[in-house]
């Protein structure tokens, strides 16, 4: 069925539902846009420029770090332009395509927290056969394996809203193009979209976690037969930092999604989004940083060695 719509553009909400001026929040979520590009930047760059790096986990955190800068300019550049210029509408085919990239991007965040956990397996449950198993091309393999089906998950959604006809311009309730709010707006059925979003949303929610769970479960079992308390230690170590990215990952995850939307306060329901699309995103680096002694060398190194170069 071809697309009947009629309706060239939508309007977004964006956050003119707060309370308080709206300038007080578009200098947040600006400083918070710009410490999240120049965060993951640092992060790519470090990983790029130091060998000692070049190893497979770092390979999938840099991916992981481009999918965050990926994912909150996919939000929040439309909605800080919308604000600056007093306009709030965004077009049908952007609408689209920020939708198409908000998937793509939160999905690849999932997968790729899924892969870095099985690399922390393999690391500390199989540390005589790691090279062999994380081997250059299997880790390409799987990055491919991670670009490829979040797109195809988010291509199909993003076709089977092309479907649907949309007879009079609405107000989408949210600071980006959600799916779930501009399938409210149309006057076609919607149930197929609805039946796709439900399979393929929870598949590419649960598979992931499932996965980052049971590989967890397997190190913590590996963990506690090491005897001495040094071993220990320094094998919780090194999956630290990633654990404390999955919990605040999957923490908002779940408390957009996994919970009825409210009816009474949109407002909650937009804040919860935002803290996953634009919180997580920029507290990501802090944590890699902090909790990473390799990192915080290499972010050493990098800022020192750019300085020298400026001075």
Not at 113 to 142: G, K
Not at 224 to 235: D, E, F, P, Q, Y
Not at 281 to 286: E, S, T, V, W
């Amino acid at each position: 069925m071809e697309n009947q719509s009629s309706v060239s553009e939508f309007f977004l909400r964006g956050i003119s539902g707060f309370p308080g001026q709206p300038q007080l929040f578009y200098g947040l979520f600006l400083c918070m846009y710009l410490v999240t590009l120049t965060g993951n930047g640092l992060i790519i760059l470090a990983i790029v420029s130091d060998p000692h790096l070049h190893t497979p986990m770092y390979f999938f955190m840099a991916n992981l770090s481009l999918a965050d800068m990926g994912l909150i300019s996919s939000t929040v550049t439309k909605m800080l332009f919308n604000v600056q210029t007093h306009c709030h509408t965004i077009s049908y085919t952007a609408c689209l395509t920020q939708m198409y990239s908000f998937m793509m991007f939160g999905d690849l965040d999932s997968f790729f927290l899924a892969v870095m956990a099985y690399d922390r397996y393999v690391a500390i449950c199989c540390p005589l056969h790691y090279s062999t198993i994380m081997s250059t091309q299997f880790c390409a393999l799987m990055l491919a394996l991670c670009w490829v089906l979040t797109n195809i998950v988010a291509l199909t959604h993003t076709l089977l809203m092309a479907r649907l006809s949309f007879c009079v311009v609405g107000e989408i309730a949210h600071f980006f193009c959600d799916i779930t709010s501009v399938l409210k707006l149309s006057c076609s059925d919607t149930h197929v979209n609805e039946l796709v979003l439900s399979g393929f949303g929870g598949t590419v929610l649960m598979v992931p976690f499932v996965s980052i769970v049971i590989s967890y479960v397997h190190i913590v079992f590996a963990v506690l037969r090491v005897k001495t308390s040094g071993g220990s230690s320094k094998a919780f170590s090194t999956c630290s930092s990633h654990l404390c990215v999955v919990c605040v990952f999957y923490g908002t995850l779940f408390s957009v999604y996994l919970f009825p939307p409210s009816v009474e306060s949109t407002e909650k329901d937009i804040a919860a989004a935002a803290m996953y699309t634009v919180v997580t995103p920029m507290l990501n680096p802090f944590i890699y940083s902090l909790r990473n002694k390799d990192m915080k060398g290499a972010l050493k190194r990098l800022l020192c060695h750019r300085s020298i170069f400026s001075s």
